[in-house]
């Protein structure tokens, strides 16, 4: 068994000292290459908030169609003569006004 000793005088201390030479190199020249990154960060924002106009007209979209396949399954629902017709209604109305209010909300945080 190794005692602590003959462990550090087996110790490699040139390949040690040859690798902290070379992280101080790479440390001293990168940051002559860095860049500030607030004209990448404007232009994602940028690009980001092109796309909300188009997703929120989406959004609408489909809440139009759910809207539209929640009313055709209530008044299905309605006519058979079920109980549960205000819960169905009320699942499919509640899906409607949360896209509405999602997209409306998303818009307002962003700024848009």
């Known amino acids: 068994m190794k005692t602590l000793a003959s462990k550090a005088r087996s110790f490699n201390y040139v390949a040690v000292k040859k690798i902290v030479l070379f992280f101080m190199a790479i440390g001293l020249a990168f940051p002559l290459y860095a860049q500030d990154g607030n004209a990448g960060i404007s232009e994602a924002t940028n690009q980001v908030k092109s796309y909300f106009d ?4 989406l ?7 759910v809207g539209l396949v929640g009313a055709v399954k209530v008044y299905k629902k309605w006519s058979d003569g079920e109980q549960d017709t205000g819960k169905v209604a009320s699942s499919w109305f509640g899906a409607c006004i949360f896209l509405v209010v999602v997209s409306t909300i998303l818009k307002s945080f962003f700024g848009i």
């Open 54 to 57: 188009g997703g929120t007209n």
């Open 59 to 65: 959004m609408y979209a489909i809440g139009a169609i």
